[in-house]
């Protein structure tokens, strides 16, 4: 799994052809599984596996687009579909890959990691017998003044100082650096498993909700209080601390932009008071700046116009008052949003509304929006009476209106002309049914409360990830000898390098050694 | 005020441009009078590149057209250098923040990388790949990329923009030296490979070997950085998105590259992969590395949507 697995590790040893039986067949499928040239193409296949993903729109990211997908082209998706390709990331398939790749570097690591702890106990490996057969090679005749030992001896402190274990053997000294470097590289890889455990274990304990927050509501963190919820399996009730946020204003900021004429947003802030147990406190939430609130952190997501629409019957008396949820359209923020008044009225009705901030009037007389500030906020609605379904007890999406089995009595092909309001502006609905009122003006919010235990188990594996890569790509395994051979002319000192990978600087290192070995000679002649 | 600096910024973009494109003429030039020299007077040149033992390692002697292209070389990064500040100055921020300016300061990186590196080595042979892609590069990013300078969407408005971004267009700067490197090994090793005399300009070049050597050790450093981005970008979706990873297009794309230099890695220790295969990987990275800023910023929909085009 590692470009510096020793040249001696086991799955290196030669395969036998013999018949091999179930324990042999096992064992070489596992040689073969936990090999460099398999990891190798699993890691290319991980790659490649990942790419329809970013094709495709997955369910996990982009559900909208799943949807769209399916309406667009319903055979292809099918097709799809079955190939898990809307889910990637979950698919079997990729699943199989990175699995297969898991265990591959397991298989890796263990047999390294045991053959390093003995590495780490065992000393330098004894001097060759030719030392100038190694790339790099030096030879220097030394005064015959001094006794073999001796010199032996300060070769030995020298390499001791520039970080080489040493062992001597006879009339040379053996030194190895770099330990460091595989110690680096097994963390670095235990941490790649670590982060997988710990998706696979912590995952569980997830859970994320999603509320819309009306300026002047508040939120209290109980699961019925959110508007969607999703939760890891062994996630419980009591992981939610009890809360609660209430939004008392939100500004957004924009520029406008003369060239393109359009608003660019500058800064969405929501002040919200957060009540803890204990106490309560003002905080400001921004995009990039989420609230951290009792384990959970809270997100600004998104953010639009929540018009109050009063509704009246023929009495006066009041069906139906609401802050309503109108939802984004465009960058000017014309948004569509529903009312539906199922009691009070000589009918049920349901209102089909858009709002438009900045309204200005089209040549062709529909209205649209230019800036996403309320200079000239204006709702209308289409008006529908009939069945608005809500009895069955089928739950139904607020946001839309089954206009199957309704009549359409304003807007459209109806013989009324839509309701045009001004905010503060009350008119009549047709057949005499009451009246409908557009009365204040809030922003809402939409934010994401979760909570994501594999955070902190995943962040400090990424360090260890970035720490072992660094220092295993960056710290060289080096060994050094020292030989001092005496022969009929005088003495000649030996110096010479082995790398186990990379070592540009090889040659340098072995040339400072020599220097330190024969400064520190001088210095003994000088002294 | 604004206006006129990124104009200022502009005009020094096609400055740099015009210098780069001298520099490259005479790397050219370089390039075809060592394949005119005599061999003989290049054959020593050819093994010391990439040792350092030797002390004359600049043996492999500069030559007139060379140091010329050098210098043009430093003079349009500088011009570059100026445009960049002043694109920065005229935003108020990071020149980092579109696709525009990721490319101005992605170019800036690898032209400095570059000269960097001639204080390490001698890689100037590579000096007319580099002002090349610099040269190309620039000019689409400036035609087809151009965005006047807007405030920074609230998205973006964090810490995180000036350091996630900044280190992965540093490590494409390191990727992209490197594959130039890659690709000279190749047509190096295919040549060794054809038997025959080698032509005089690839015998002027180091060997396969050595290039190799050279450019695993500019991939190791741009995959040290694309992890450091990696994590970066997964600590800034976080914060943004209340996710440090959610499978987005640009976040897909990014793993990609990352397993892609990851099996490079391993292929440079695997036997059969070392050489021409590894060289391949390093290339298929780095052209990942483009797509992923050419096709996924632009063609795909995703919230890395931030091109500002």
């Not at chain 2, 061999?39 to 033992?53: P, V």
């Not at chain 2, 980092?96 to 170019?107: I, R, S």
């Not at chain 2, 220790?269 to 290339?283: I, P, S």
Request: proline residues 5%; charged residues 15%; contains cysteine.
């Amino acid at each position: 799994m590692d470009p510096l697995r020793p040249s001696d590790h086991a799955s290196q040893a030669p395969t036998q052809n013999p018949s091999l039986g179930a324990s042999g067949w096992l064992r070489f499928i596992w040689r073969q599984l936990t090999s460099m040239k398999t990891a190798l193409v699993l890691l290319l296949l991980l790659a490649l596996a990942a790419i329809p993903g970013s094709l495709v729109p997955q369910r996990s990211s982009d559900p909208n687009g799943v949807v769209r997908y399916r309406q667009d082209d319903p055979e292809l998706y099918e097709l799809l579909d079955s190939l898990q390709l809307f889910d990637t990331y979950t698919s079997v398939w990729f699943s199989a890959i990175y699995l297969l790749l898991f265990i591959s570097l397991v298989g890796c690591i263990l047999p390294r990691t045991n053959h390093h702890l003995k590495a780490l106990k065992s000393p330098p490996p004894a001097t060759p017998k030719n030392l100038y057969r190694l790339e790099s090679h030096r030879l220097e005749s030394l005064g015959a003044s001094e006794a073999q030992e001796d010199v032996i001896a300060r070769a030995e402190r020298v390499l001791q100082g520039v970080g080489y274990r040493t062992r001597r053997y006879g009339a040379s000294v053996a030194g190895e650096t770099g330990y460091l470097r595989e110690t680096a590289n097994l963390v670095f890889h235990f941490a790649l498993v670590g982060i997988l455990l710990s998706l696979a274990i912590v995952t569980g304990f997830k859970y994320s909700g999603q509320r819309i927050l009306i300026e002047g509501t508040t939120f209290t963190n109980d699961l019925a209080s959110y508007d969607s919820f999703t939760q890891g399996p062994w996630f419980s009730p009591r992981a939610l601390t009890p809360f609660a946020l209430t939004l008392d204003d939100f500004t957004p900021t924009y520029r406008f932009n003369e060239t393109s004429g359009a608003a660019e947003p500058l800064d969405f802030a929501a002040t919200i008071t957060v009540t803890e147990e204990g106490g309560q406190g003002e905080e400001v939430l921004r995009v990039n700046q989420p609230l951290a609130v009792g384990g959970a952190s809270v997100y600004l997501l998104g953010n639009g116009f929540a018009p109050q629409v009063t509704i009246r019957n023929p009495e006066g008396q009041v069906v139906f008052s609401q802050a309503v949820v109108f939802l984004p359209q465009d960058q000017n923020l014309t948004s569509l949003g529903v009312v539906k008044v199922p009691d009070g009225l000589a009918q049920q009705v349901g209102m089909m509304g858009f709002f438009y901030p900045s309204a200005v009037t089209l040549e062709s007389g529909a209205l649209a929006s230019v800036y996403p500030e309320p200079d000239l906020p204006i709702v209308t609605f289409n008006v529908f009476t009939g069945d608005l379904g809500l009895d069955e007890g089928i739950p139904r999406n607020v946001y839309s209106l089954e206009t199957d089995d309704m009549v359409q009595i304003a807007g459209g092909d109806s013989e009324n002309s839509a309701l045009v309001l001004g905010l503060g502006q009350e008119l009549d609905l047709p057949d005499g049914l009451g009246t409908v009122a557009f009365e204040a003006l809030p922003r809402y919010i939409s934010v994401d409360i979760h909570r994501d235990p594999t955070q902190l188990p995943v962040a400090i594996f990424s360090a260890l990830i970035v720490l072992g890569l660094m220092v295993s790509l960056f710290v060289v395994r080096r060994r050094v000898w020292v030989r001092v051979n005496d022969s009929g002319s005088g003495t000649a000192l030996e110096v010479a390098a082995l790398s186990r990978n990379d070592d540009p600087a090889q040659g340098k290192a072995v040339d400072d050694i020599l220097q330190r070995i024969l400064k520190a000679e001088e210095n003994r002649l000088s002294s | 005020m604004i206006e006129m600096l990124a104009t200022y910024s502009l005009i020094g973009v096609y400055s740099a441009m015009a210098v780069y494109t001298l520099a490259f003429l005479f790397y050219s030039v370089d390039l075809s009078t060592r394949a005119a020299r005599p061999a003989g007077q290049q054959s020593a040149s050819s093994q010391n590149a990439g040792d350092t033992l030797t002390p004359e390692k600049t043996s492999m002697r500069a030559t007139f057209y060379q140091r010329v292209a050098t210098a043009m070389m430093m003079i349009a990064w500088l011009v570059h250098l100026a445009a960049t500040i002043l694109r920065g100055l005229a935003g108020g921020r990071v020149p980092w923040a579109n696709m525009f300016e990721f490319g101005l300061t992605a170019t800036l990186l690898i032209s400095a990388v570059f000269l960097g590196s001639l204080l390490w080595r001698d890689l100037a042979y590579l000096g007319a790949f580099v002002s090349g892609f610099v040269l190309l590069a620039l000019g689409i990013v400036t035609v087809n990329y151009y965005v006047d300078v807007v405030p920074l969407p609230p998205a973006l408005q964090s810490y995180w923009l000036v350091i996630h971004v900044f280190v992965a267009s540093l490590a494409t700067a390191f990727f992209a030296l490197g594959s130039g490197l890659s690709i000279y090994q190749l047509i190096r090793s295919r040549v060794d490979r054809s038997g025959g005399s080698l032509p005089r300009l690839m015998a002027s070049l180091p060997d396969a070997a050595t290039l190799e050597s050279l450019a695993y050790r500019l991939y190791v450093i741009g995959f040290v950085l694309w992890t450091f981005t990696l994590i970066a970008g997964a600590v800034w979706a976080e914060r943004a998105w209340g996710r440090y990873w959610g499978w987005d297009v640009k976040e897909v794309w990014t793993f990609i590259i990352w397993v892609i230099f990851a099996g490079y890695i391993h292929a440079r220790a695997t036997r059969g992969w070392r050489g021409d295969r590894a060289a391949w990987l390093g290339l298929i990275g780095f052209g990942a590395l483009i797509f992923n800023y050419a096709i996924v910023n632009v063609f795909f929909t995703g919230l890395h949507s931030y091109s500002g085009l």
